[in-house]
Each structure stands twice: as C-alpha cells, then as structure tokens.
C-alpha cells in the first residue's frame, strides 16, 4: 500500500508525534505514570533534549528505564499520559467531531490546553483530511478557497477509527483494511508546542508540511516518526493510492494541477547581483556568446532598479533597459527580470512620489498589524518597506495592475518574484 500524507501546519503550529493528542495540566503530586512493559520501538521519547536524567524525566511525569540500545529512548512516555474523548459525534457518514480533555499529568511546557477538537471528514474514497485544535481560541489558518470541493463516497468509519482513553487515531484501507496509520505515545499540545507520534505501516510515505516553521521530525526505533513545531493547528490530509502516480493524482485532485512551463525556462540561465549597469550586462551577455556557451536566459537582479523599487529601472545606469529584451531576442535567448514584494514607503529620485506605493497604500494592499488596519512596517532592501498581502483580492488587483503598467515600459519574458530573507 502506497500512501502520501499532506500536513498543513499552519502559522504558530508544532506537530509533535501524529496521533494521540496530549494537553498538560500543572505538575501535581499525585500523578502516577504508568509504565507497563513494552516493546522498545513503542517507547515515544519524553526527553528529546539534552541533559537527560531519572530525575528530571521522573518531574515531567514520564517513565525512566536506562538500555544499552543508542536508539531507544530512556525517557517515554507513560500510558496515561493524553487526552481522553469526552464526546463524539457524526453529523453525516463522511464526518466525525470530537471533543477532547486533557488528563492530570505534569506540563511538558507549561501553559497547558484543557480541552481539544478534532474534526475529520473523508472527502473523497482516497483522500481523508483531520484537524486538531483548540476550540476556545481561534488561530491563523491557511485559506483554503482554492481547494477543490470534495466528493464523498466512502463512509468513515470504514477507514478513521478514534480510540477514546487515550485518544488516539488509527487509519486504514477500506480495500484491505491494511493498517496504514496508528498512535504511537501521547500528543503534548500547549497552544505554543505541540508532540505528536505516531507508526506509519506502509511501503511509502510522503509528509509535507506547509508552515512558516519548519517542524522537526525524529524518527524513531520502530516505523514510527516524531514531529515537533511551534503551537496552533494540526491539519493533516492522507491519500492513499496503490502506486506512486496514483498518490500525486490523488494529491493533483486536490490542489488543482500544476503549469507546465515554457520549454525554454529549462534551460541554462545566468543571474548574479550587482552588475553595476546594463553596459556591464551586455558585455558578459557578449562574452559568453562569444565562446559559445550553452545560455538562453539572462537576469537582472533588483540593482537594475532605482533604488531598489519594484516597478522602477535606473534611468542613468540602466537607460536602455526597455530595449534588452530585443537585445536578446535577437540571438534566441530571453530575460528575465527580478521584482521583490517589498514595497518601500520613501520617495522616488528628486522627491517625486513612488506612485506604486501610493496605489496600493490607496487599496489597502499591504500586510497589517493584528488591528487590520496599519500597515506592518519592515526593513528590506529599498530601506523602510512594507508587504503585499496576496491573500487580498485587493492587493491582487493592485498587483496585477502595477505589473502590467511595468511591462508596458520595461519588455521581459518572465519574472522571478524574490521571497523576503
């Protein structure tokens, strides 16, 4: 059985091990770990950090049994340890909601999150997607207007089945009932850290996580893996297919199909920063010719702007930048220019006013502070800047607009947009 695994982990989101959700409570004395006899691959480390000890491990509540193996944990999780399924219910075949509660056990990281819900729906025969969450206090999540609609066909309870002390959640194909997915340990979720473990039984699997933070991922003895990230939604979408190219058509079904890109884009490109001017440009664009060097694309980097605004060229060092492109037709090769999505608040040469800015300050185009209102200020490249927010349709259309006023002016072949560093 093939299957890729999708997670969204979202802004101020940290997976710790998949499945089996765990909220901590304050440290109270009568806690009692319970630590049964188990296989060494089941043990999920409650110690991941240096400094490890029997005391130490004993304070966070976790079970303590030192091995000769380099690769098992001393320090595990107890079984008692999680969350418990308050209520459950199934508004329709395809769907499942649940309430979760934290059980008594020392705080890994303090500031502990009482209550969870999960929701999880089989959208399609091949495709089932599951949140986590706290319920009480909403969180950024990634928009997701642009997926397409799902078509339910397959009851849910035919693959998801929830365990409800301590919750866990075990995956299977309706086909075979092959186990794909089982617990492993405890979830640990505090609103800012979050553990979750779980054993994937399967030939492959593919887990992305789309977040501003990259998780850490820690495999562990058994076929089991560990995901750690910073706080939030767990939101996780699992395709199952037979092959590899079943997978990625289940996963294309999903987020629409990819553009093919011009034949010529593959090939040999140069870009460097700083080129000083566009005589300097020609002349590598010459030298390389000259030699005839495989080379169909050539860059200008954001030094061919004025002081390094998006939608402006120098109109001393780059004065010629609106007939470059010809320049490069004319031997088959094309170009391709660099615009950053920083747009900068100052003004233009001779204190005339940088009119990009000024649009899309006029369509409330740019990323805010949490009162929706002022625009969030940083320090890039042009100096004092600010962001475009391309969840906006506004700045969408702000963006579009600026663009195609650019390409009047400046002919090109494509564009490379330059993400913030």
Known sequence: TLLLAYGFILLNLIPIRPFCIV???EITDTFV??????PL???????????????????RGCCWSPRDESNVPWCFFPTNYGYTVESQETPNAYAIKAKLTRMESPSLFGQHIKELAIDAEMQTKNRLRFKIYDPNNKRFEVPHEHIFNPTPSSPINNTLQITQKPFGLTVR????????????????????????????FLNIILIRFVSVFSPDVTLQPAPAVTYRTIGGVLDFYIFFGDTPEQVVHEFLKLIGKPVIPA??????????WNYGNLSIVKETVERNRAVDLPYDIQYTDIDYMEDKKDFTYDKVKFAELPQFAEYLHEKGQKYILILDPAIATSKRVGDAPYESY????AKNAWVTESDGVTPLIGEVWPGEAVFPDYTSQACIDWWVDEYERFYREVKHDALWIVSQF
């Open 23 to 25: 909220l901590f409570s």
């Open 33 to 38: 770990p319970t630590c049964p006899s188990m």
């Open 41 to 59: 691959g089941e043990r999920v480390d409650c110690f991941p950090d240096s400094g490890a000890s029997q005391d130490k491990c004993q304070e």
């Open 173 to 200: 194909r309706e086909e075979n009932q092959n186990l794909f997915y089982q617990n492993r340990g405890p979830v640990v979720h505090n609103g800012l850290q979050s553990i979750w473990g779980c054993n994937l």
């Open 263 to 272: 034949y010529w884009s593959l090939g040999f490109q140069l870009s460097r």
């Open 358 to 361: 000024d649009r899309g300050t």
